[in-house]
Each structure stands twice: as C-alpha cells, then as structure tokens.
C-alpha cells in the first residue's frame, strides 16, 4: 500500500487558535473511521450509498485493463470514490501524443512507463487504496491475475483481448464492464448475465477504425471513462444487475440506453458449467478472437474438475484512520478571529455538562456521522417550525447553553440567534480537521 505526507490543516482562521489537546477526543461516532468520513461524507448522504455502501466500496477490488483515455478517467473516480483495490494492466509508455486526452499523466512522464505513473498520479489523490500492477493480460496470465478481483473494467483497444476478459468474466460470473471512443461518440457496456460474445457472436472481419486514424476528443473519452465509473459504482452496490449499452454522442448531446434482454446467451455462457476445455475448443470458429483459460473451464486453476468456479475470497482492504485521536488538534478558548457567540470544540469537550449539543444537519448526514449526546434537529425543521424548536430546546437545555453544530460552522453561526443559541466553530469539518492534527 502506498503512503503519503500527513494530511495537513488547511491556513485558515482556525489554524491559529487551535492548539493541541494532549487527552483523547471521541465526540463523535461512526463504523467508519473518521478520516474516512470526512473524505466520503458527500457521496456517502446519497441514500443509495450511505455507510454500507462506501464499506463495499472499501471491500472490493477492481481489475482496470487499459490506463490510457478512458483507463485514465476511470481510474480516477473509482480511486477518488474509495474503491480499497485497484489493479493496472498496461504495457505501454507515455507519448506525447497521448497527454491531449489520457488525464493520468504529464508532459514530464513522457517515456515512463504507464503503469508506474498513472500509480504515482493516483496514490497522489489517495493514499488509501492498494495499488496492483501488471503486464498486458494474456491468456496464460488472466487466470492468476483476475483471480484477485470482484470485478473487470476493459479500457484497451484490443477486440481480442475483449473477448478474453468477457470470456473470463462469464466463467467466473463477475461483472464485465467494457467501453469504446471514436471521434465525438463513444459507448460503455454493463455486462452482468450477458457477454460480450452473446452480443457479437462473431467479431468483425474489417478493419476497425483507431485514435490515430480516425482521431479522438479528449473530453470525450473523459464523459466515457466516468460512465464506466459510474457503471462499477452502480454494480458493487446492487444498483445495476441487468445487462445494457450506453452510446453517447457528445456532438448531438446525445445519451441513448439499449437493453440487452432479449439477447440469447452465447456458447461459452451456456456451456460453462457444464463443458471441459477440450469440448468447448471444438467449437471454436473465431480463429485468433476466441480465447480460453489455460485451465478446464469449469474449475478453477487448483480445484479439482468437478469443482464449479467461484469468485475467489481475498482479504477485505482495512481503512485505518492515518492518525488516533491522541494529540487531537481542537479550538480552545475563545480565541482571536472566532465570530461572535462562538464557542469552541475543546470548551465543550472541558465542560461537556454545561452544553446541549444540537446537530442541525440531514439525518442522512447524521447517520453517518453522529454524536450520541447530541440532539439531532435538521435545519429544514427549524426553518418551518423554529418557535416549537425554541420552546423545545430550552425546554430541554433546562440551564445548560445550547450549542448547535453543522457540517462546517457557517449555517449553525446563521441560525444561532434564531434559537438564542452559540454556535460551534468549525462543525465537523472543524472536528475532523483537528482529529489529523
């Protein structure tokens, strides 16, 4: 696993009167740790995902064959979303030609190899996640190197290594998730109970257009390689089961969906459950398209024959908080530059008796993040009724001082004198950022 500097508090106001805390701080609570939250916090409120998802996210691994113009994009957002595992498979160097659109590196990587820089440019952005590199996939190698991952994503330009990574997904029954960008156009394929062989039986006998011949939009294969993102996010979190095309037109505007249905399942996913290599081999037609795994397609390279394949179980990545909350750097005093009828992180945590808490976030924000002591009233409450939510906090604070917090200290200082309340400097955010100290 790669590692990097310590994160580092931003220069802002709360810099200068936040000194170190020698004790412990554990205000707050989540089944994630709290470096984690913070970095995640915004996809993480999208119902769909949540706590639960972000920790499948965090569980799994991702084979990316191609780090080129979609690798690149692609790579990118599932590094930045959390995936714990991501696995390379380049064989090139960087050209000059390729910075107009393959967003992974720069003009002082040209010569490198892919592979190495495109791990330097990500582990820049997250530190977190485990990076793998290998050599271009062949058919000898995809075994033992797809056996570590949950799910492939096709970013190269090879029709027949296609072929070989939908063949290998089928037989493992993993999602297969493939794209293509030419020009204005591009297309992704979400394959999860259909192959790409049950779409194209046969590959095509022409010569197929390339970026160097036909030419390429930079931006394009930017649109194409975050759909292919999106398209892993959706299927790691049960949200896309079926099997479908997305073409995309950039200079129509144009974003069509075709559903694959109705297809009819090909040779390979039919028969292979059932078949040994040497009886699917005879029906090969296909020539140099057509590839299989060195092994009997019905075991996995160590299983005995009548063994059926399963996706391997490979330990889950640990997301460990890079620092503890020993020497947590939080706001005491009143200090200089605070707003007025503002209060501090670290005087409530000294007098935690002489405050009610009160969390004016989402609950959905809430959820992932939360205080146990705290009060949860979500701002739009206060809004529609805050003379019942004034009567019910005092009601309630007996004579404590109510303190409301939000997620970075702007909207509880607004809303502070409303419920005749201070506001706590810095909200979470605030928090979070001390906790790094």
């Known amino acids: 696993m790669t590692t990097s500097k310590e994160d580092a508090i931003p220069e802002t106001t709360a810099r200068s009167v936040c000194p170190v805390v020698s004790e412990s701080v554990s205000l707050f609570s989540s089944s994630l740790p709290l470096s984690l939250v913070e970095r995640f916090s915004r996809q993480m409120i999208v119902g769909s995902v949540g706590v639960s998802g972000q920790k499948k996210l965090l569980a799994t691994r991702v084979l990316v064959v191609g780090c080129g113009g979609l690798g690149g994009p692609t790579l990118l957002y599932l590094n930045a979303m959390g995936f714990g595992g991501l696995g390379i498979s380049d064989s090139d160097t960087v050209e000059d030609s390729n910075l107009n659109r393959q967003i992974l590196f720069t003009e002082g990587m040209v010569g490198r190899s892919k592979v190495d820089s495109a791990v330097e440019t990500l582990s820049s952005l997250n530190s977190s996640t485990e990076f793998f590199k290998h050599p271009a996939i062949t058919k000898e190698n995809l075994w033992p190197i797809g056996a570590s991952y949950d799910l492939i994503v096709d970013c190269a330009d090879s029709r027949a290594l296609r072929y070989l990574l939908s063949d ?126 060195p092994t009997i397609l019905s075991t996995t390279p160590t299983a005995t024959p009548t063994t059926r394949i399963a996706t391997p179980k490979h330990s889950t990545p640990t997301a460990t908080p890079k620092h503890s909350t020993q020497g947590v750097a939080v706001c005491s005093g009143a200090g200089e530059g605070l707003p007025g009828n503002t209060v501090t992180w670290a005087t409530i945590l000294a007098e935690p008796g002489k405050y009610l808490l009160v969390d004016i976030r989402s609950k959905a924000e809430a959820s992932i993040l939360s205080v146990s002591s705290a ?17 019910r906090l005092h009601k309630k604070a007996k ?18 004198p409303l419920l005749k309340a201070v506001n706590v400097f810095g909200g979470v955010s605030g928090y979070l950022a001390g906790s790094h100290g």
């Open 399 to 416: 004579q404590r001082t109510i303190a409301l917090f939000c997620r970075n200290g702007t909207t509880s200082l607004k809303f502070a």
């Open 168 to 293: 290998y997904s089928s037989v493992r029954g993993i999602p297969f998730i493939c794209g293509s960008s030419l020009r204005w156009e591009g297309s992704v394929y979400h394959l999860h109970n259909y192959c790409y062989r049950c779409i194209y039986p046969k590959a095509s006998s022409g010569k197929l257009d390339t970026c160097a011949s036909a030419g390429i939009i930079g931006s394009v294969c930017g649109v194409v390689g975050s759909a292919m993102a999106t398209e892993v996010l959706k299927s790691v979190l049960g949200l896309s089961t079926d099997s479908y095309l997305v073409q995309i037109n950039a200079l129509k505007n144009e974003w069509m969906k075709v559903s694959l249905g109705a297809k009819a399942l090909c040779w390979v996913c039919t028969s292979k459950q059932t078949r040994t290599k040497g009886e699917m081999q005879a029906q090969i037609v296909m020539g140099e398209d057509v590839y299989l795994p």
């Open 375 to 391: 009060i949860s009233l979500p701002l739009s409450e206060i809004i529609d009724h805050h003379q019942k939510a004034l009567v």
